[in-house]
């Protein structure tokens, strides 16, 4: 499973899915579970209109890459990008994604996973 942080109002549920990034950069930024913080925290500090769409690349009727992310992580991590819409059948959740005390952190119901 992969990761895509979007907003209460961007997102909507049986609708296919496309952020800004798919017209400015070709691709939807995402993350896994182990790197959804980096982002995050960098992009969107003290933010708690946020989602957390999880999203089963077996679904996916578009390509899915690992690259470097855009800017570069400086610790060097890759980063899932989807090169086209999600489709609804392909997010198999949706978490909300506020930010807390200490920045990001994976909802309850992922925390396994990013173990």
Do not use: K
């Amino acid at each position: 499973m992969i990761l895509h942080i979007t907003t209460n109002a961007d997102y909507r549920p049986g609708e296919p899915y496309r952020a800004p990034s798919l017209d400015t950069e070709g691709f939807l930024h995402c993350s896994d579970f182990g790197t959804v913080h980096l982002p995050a925290n960098r992009l969107f500090a003290g933010r708690d209109d946020l989602l957390l769409l999880v999203v089963d690349p077996a679904r996916l009727d578009v390509p899915l890459r690992w690259e470097p992310g855009s800017p570069p992580d400086p610790n060097g991590a890759w980063f899932p990008h989807v090169f086209g819409p999600i489709r609804p059948e392909a997010v198999v959740a949706v978490h909300d994604f506020p930010s807390g005390p200490d920045g990001f952190v994976l909802p309850d119901a992922l925390r396994f996973f990013g173990e």
